[in-house]
């Protein structure tokens, strides 16, 4: 299964920037998926999953301000961030398994290559 993420770049403190996550897997419904984010000198740190039917879970850090939904027609997976702060500047990867719904990122069998999310004070 390959990820292809797209929609990161720089975005000033409280703006928004939508991230997209196109599979190419056509049994897109049986994958969970999830977003990570790994800053520079940081582990990797989970951000946000969704079930197939679309129950969603969120990092602490994220609750209230990221939104991660799924579209099976089109195969994706997207994630809204709104009230972007400095310390949401990172790689974002998008990760899928159709294994277990789990917020770690070993659990995770396939990943896309990461978009940069800059954010600027």
């Known amino acids: 299964v390959q990820l292809d993420e797209s929609g990161g770049g720089l975005v000033q403190a409280g703006g928004s920037l939508r991230l997209s996550c196109a599979t190419s897997t056509r049994s897109f419904v049986m994958y969970y998926m999830a977003w990570f984010r790994q800053a520079p000198g940081k582990d990797r740190e989970f951000v946000a999953q969704?079930?197939?039917?679309?129950?969603?879970f969120y990092a602490d850090s994220v609750k209230g301000r990221f939104t991660i939904s799924r579209e099976s027609d089109k195969n994706t997976a997207y994630l809204q961030m709104d009230d972007l702060k400095a310390d949401d500047a990172a790689v974002y990867y998008c990760a899928a398994t159709p294994r277990i719904l789990s917020p770690g990122a070993r659990d995770y069998d396939y990943w896309g290559q990461g978009t940069q999310v800059t954010v600027s004070s």
């Open positions: 969704i079930t197939s039917t679309g129950t969603t």
